[in-house]
């Protein structure tokens, strides 16, 4: 018996029971970690997680049912619990839900991967990243660690609209990160990202980031830190870079423009957002130089696949266009709830998640100019670069970041060091003030965004350049 | 499933496989059923049961932690020989603590049979209730149900099991884009009264009409339990986390009066083992204000000579406990607010972050519902506002005015994890934004 014979068991299951609508996804999922701390391995894990996990649509009402068995007889009692569950939403039932249509695919995707992450043996892994550490704190970090993380995902979709889609998502990264401890505070270098820099490539990703060779720099840095002048509080020319930059992508566009946000489905938890369909076209998010995608198709990046996990065909699309707001990241019920006629962004982390609208990679276009420019082109201003802490509001409005390192910019030059940089604003207003905006484009990946209850962690993909923001709050401290 | 059949045979499996090597074995069934509702409408109604290994061998100076959810004899078999296969070529790993002995449990594990066998219908239930007490306003949020069967063995002797139960309700009421919120975690579904939260929600949306905004500066405050919460939170993660303290990363400081004498804190845990087979007991961290304790696993607890308090999970992260409570008080929320000529009446925080662990520090924003106490009177609605505060400080000598008398339990993201939560009056909060920027 097929996996895909599991699948449809479910599905059929799932219709004998009363659904109108149903699918499922059988996932296996191999996962690998690695942590070092200061020249020693902290952490090896190596999990393999497999099962299916089931859909329903009775009436108005959805309900979802999972189980890591993959009998005929466990998928068809998972499809006909989930009908169940599905009934029993219909106690507190709302108006009719749709589904946009979608292209019915019988299909096969992979992701490009030149040397496959599990097969490179564990000691060579172990090598890279307790040599690394181990240079860090040679070089006088009183903490240093590093993580690599490898997924192996392998999924097939069935649906009663006669989907049958299996995909092979591999995905890795790595990093690095220096922690110098002074009397009141601690100071911190990453490299390449806070968290690593992921991608839906193989273990070239990592090969290619060169690790051992930025250990040094990172643990100078951060000792470095420790002496620098603070940050000055005040408004002020901002340059961002563009590992910065793709966390205040990620945070104040992309979860403000999906849709089940908008349309008030996580209103208790992750929070609503500040956009009103009713402006969807017209209202201006930022400059003119804001151009934002949504797109799951760019080879390598984190956010990539080959269809959604509603069978939906990866597909790009503007978000923001020439400043104005013109796309939200949507799935098929909730598009047809709002009136739209796409999808393509739903997703969910594992087999027992309910598939909801995720991003995918929400990315800045690269603009006309380069970081050397902006920065001789700034007469009084801070560049900063590489997220330390976010927070923002539920509407997606307010967010104040902390970045690990920033450098004064005076008269077209970089200057010295600053420690504690924080920025803090209001979306539009600050997407409005962008006036230069680099080519140098980043495909950033990130591994750890949290939504949805119960909570799951999706992997999104960022990329964008340094670019300049005017009269932006920085220097607030507790 | 048997679970305790389950860890069994992996161990013996890996015992054989091993030979020498030291073993121990996870093998953990959770059904788990959650309820959301937005738009006073159901909208996710899903439902999991999981099995999990979690297999973890020490041989020749490394380690290696695997886990499957494959439960059949050949993934149960496959489980074990990818472990035999990545010890061997694993890193050393020279902070092995070794594991633990036989011992027995020092608590129950708390098991409601109903909530462990909730229906659909049960959940629906509570949550018809809300949506109907909140009196037409707009709803969202959650009803969950959860039921752990957890077992623990390792080569060493020591064997464990126990169930727990969980049960939480969340609900927010929303009024003219003004939010109001209840939140409640029991260990039995019948604590949580959907009629009764969605009627405070409802309330709380209510008294919000018209706020205003507020300058920075520093407030003096009464914080909700749900405010609280987010405290608790932060102090399991970053605070008396023994990792973080033994790499200076943390402000606790053994001995030290670091808090006001009216604050004791305390973990109360629900699962009565960690994942390295440690009994767990109620562990007193605060004691009038002195830091009397923090929580170690076995890595820790090896490091400083001490013994594992039983919070064994991530050798990463370290260990966390995540059943804190602040010992209650005598106060009500209402003597507080009497006792407060200008401050803030905060019901929930969010999205907080630390700018700085070792000192604490955190940036967020307040959420569901500021109000402005001005001569001991709650006097009108004021919009959200960031604040970016030590929060060692905010509890410090001196800091702390009030505590009340009832503690609520929170909910936390951990499954069975939860936060009992008095209200607190404090000194000081210190608000470095409100919604204009």
Redesign the interface.
Known sequence: MSFFDVAEAAVAAALDAGARYADARVMHKRYES????NG????????????I?VRALVGS????????DLSDSAARLAGA?AT????????????GVDLVPTTVSTATWASECLIDPLAV???DK??L??HATKTMVEHGA??ATG?YQVWDTRKWFVSSEGHRIDQHVRECGAGIQA?S?GE???QVRSYPAARGQYGTRGWELVQGLDLLAHAPRLAEESRALLTAPLCPSGETALILGSEQLFLQIHESVGHAIELDRI???????A?TSWLDLSQLGSLRYGSELMNVTIDPTLPGALGSFGFDDEGTPAAKRYAVKDGIWVGVLAGRDSAALAGLDYGGSVRADGW???P?VRMTNVGLEPGPHTLEQIIAETDDGVFMDHN???????KR??F?F?CEIAYEVKNGKKGRMLR?P?Y???GP?FWQSMDMLSSETENWGTPNCGKG???QVGHTGHPCAPARFQNV?VG??? | MNVSVTAEQVLELAVRALPGAEIDVTADAVH?A???????????????????VRLRAHLDGR?????????SPEGLT??VA??AA?VR???????WPGLAPAAPLALPGTVDEATRDA???D???R??AF?EAAGGL?T???C?TGHWSGVYRNSAGQALSAQATTAEL???A?DAGA?G?ARRSSVRLSDLDGAAQGARAAAKARSQADPVELPPGRYEVVLEPEAVADLLTNFSLFGFNAKAVQ???SFARLGEAQFDEAISLYDDPREPFDGEGTPRTRLALVEKGVTTALAHDRRTAAAAGAASTGHGG???WGPMPNNLGFAPGSSSPEEMISRIERGLLITDL??????????L?L???T?NGVWLIEGGEVTRPVR?M?F???YPQALGPGAVLGVSAEAVPQPS?QFLGAWTAPALHLASW?I??N???
């Open positions: 690695m942590e070092a701390r020693e391995v902290e952490e090896l894990n190596s999990d393999e997680s497999a099962g996990g009402s959805w309900g979802f049912y999972a189980v890591p619990r169940a569950i599905a009934k029993a939403s219909a106690r507190v039932a709302g108006p043996p564990l000691s172990g090598d990243l307790t009183d903490q993580v922690t401890i009141g505070e601690t349309l008030g489905w996580e209103a208790a938890f929070g027992s998640r309910l909801m330390r802490s976010w927070s923002i509001d539920d409005l307010n104040q902390g504690n924080t803090t604003g209001i207003k209850q119960p909570t709050r607030v401290r507790a | 788990r959650l309820t959301r509702f937005a738009n006073s409408r159901i909208h996710q109604n899903v439902a999991e049961d999981t099995v999990s380690t290696v932690s695997t886990t499957t959810t494959l439960t496959s489980l990818r472990t990545a070529s694993a890193p050393r790993d020279p902070g229906s659909p219908d959940r629906a239930a949550v018809q949506v707009e969202a949020g959650y969950q969340d609900g927010i929303r939010d919120v790499e200076r990363r991530s050798a990463a969010w999205y907080t972050r630390v700018l700085d662990p070792r000192t520090a940036t967020g924003l959420r959200n960031r970016t505060q030590l993201r210190n470095t934004g919604a204009s920027g």
